[in-house]
């Protein structure tokens, strides 16, 4: 099971890599760790889990976050109460967005970053993402709102990008109201 300290913290360089595509098949390995990756990111949304087993909450983890420069991503997206839609996605593009720009009203979080941060991150309201599954099949996702932030959030971490690189520190709330809240 993974536990919160073997998550890359902000500070690791590593986080800066820019993540190399995967090829086909998946090495046991990689098809261990992302066993891992859904574990931690379902049971860290199940308040009774994440308590037990001391895990900050999260719904998306990129391969780099645990020192793997590997491009692949996963999202455990809550749609009803402990009840979830897994994404799991290798060498991950955004092929479309929306001209609509939104941000997270409470602030956008990460599992690398343990600090609250103030600001807004613009992202898109929607995207389309083209990738691979684990098997290494095409698939194609539309995502909206919060789930459109996680791909983008995760994406940026394969390019060796975190949340905080957009926030203006003199003025954390720049251009607000240029973007819609959620």
Known sequence: ??????????????????SEEVTFPLSKEDKDKIKLMVEYLTNSQIDRLAEKYNLRPGMGMAAIQLGIPKRYLVIVH???????????????????????KIYVEMGEGCLSVNRDVEGIVPR?????????????????IRAREELAIAFQHEIDHLNGILFTDYIDPKNPYKDENNYRAI
Not at 81 to 100: G, H, L, Q
Request: proline letters at 2%; charged letters at 40%; glycine letters at 4%.
């Open 1 to 18: 099971m993974l536990k919160n300290k073997d998550i890359l913290d902000e500070k690791d360089k590593r986080l800066r890599l820019v």
């Open 124 to 140: 898109y309201a929607r995207v389309t993402v083209e990738g691979y599954d684990v098997e290494g099949n095409k698939i194609r």
């Open 78 to 100: 809550e749609i009803a109460e402990e009840e979830f839609n897994t994404y799991i996605v290798c060498n991950p593009k955004i092929v479309s967005n929306s001209a609509e």
